[in-house]
């Protein structure tokens, strides 16, 4: 599987971006899928993730409400949506697919994408 993740930029504070990871190589709808983000010097860390049903989202505290997660299983296509940027929102974002384990672990995930950077300006 291989995973292709694009849409990052430069943003101001209270702007949008929306990212996009596409897979190719399997039938990853077959399987539940992730975005996760390494803030400069941090570790990496969830921030949403799907089921393969998109009956089930999940997503990090601080992003609630303001971001939204996403898949379109016929393009083999994941989204993040991301309204009200922050400062504190700035880092690489990976996309991850096929999760073996707790949708919030990196350690669940079997593909990852390359990352995104996005940055947000005060």
């Known amino acids: 599987v291989q995973l292709q993740a694009s849409g990052g930029g430069l943003v101001q504070a209270g702007g949008s971006l929306r990212l996009s990871c596409a897979a190719s190589?399997?039938?990853?709808?077959?399987?539940?899928m992730a975005w996760f983000r390494q803030p400069p010097g941090r570790e990496r860390e969830f921030v949403a993730a799907?089921?393969?049903?998109?009956?089930?989202?999940y997503y990090l505290d601080s992003v609630k409400g303001r971001f939204t997660i996403s898949r379109d299983n016929t393009k083999e296509t994941m989204y993040l949506r991301m309204n009200s940027l922050k400062p504190e929102d700035t880092a690489t974002y990976y996309c991850?697919?096929?999760?073996?384990?707790?949708?919030?672990?990196?350690?669940?995930?079997?593909?990852w994408g390359q990352g995104t950077l996005v940055t947000v300006s005060s």
């Open positions: 190589g399997s039938t990853v709808s077959m399987y539940g």
């Open positions: 799907i089921s393969r049903d998109t009956g089930s989202t």
């Open positions: 991850a697919s096929t999760n073996l384990g707790s949708y919030y672990s990196v350690a669940s995930y079997l593909y």
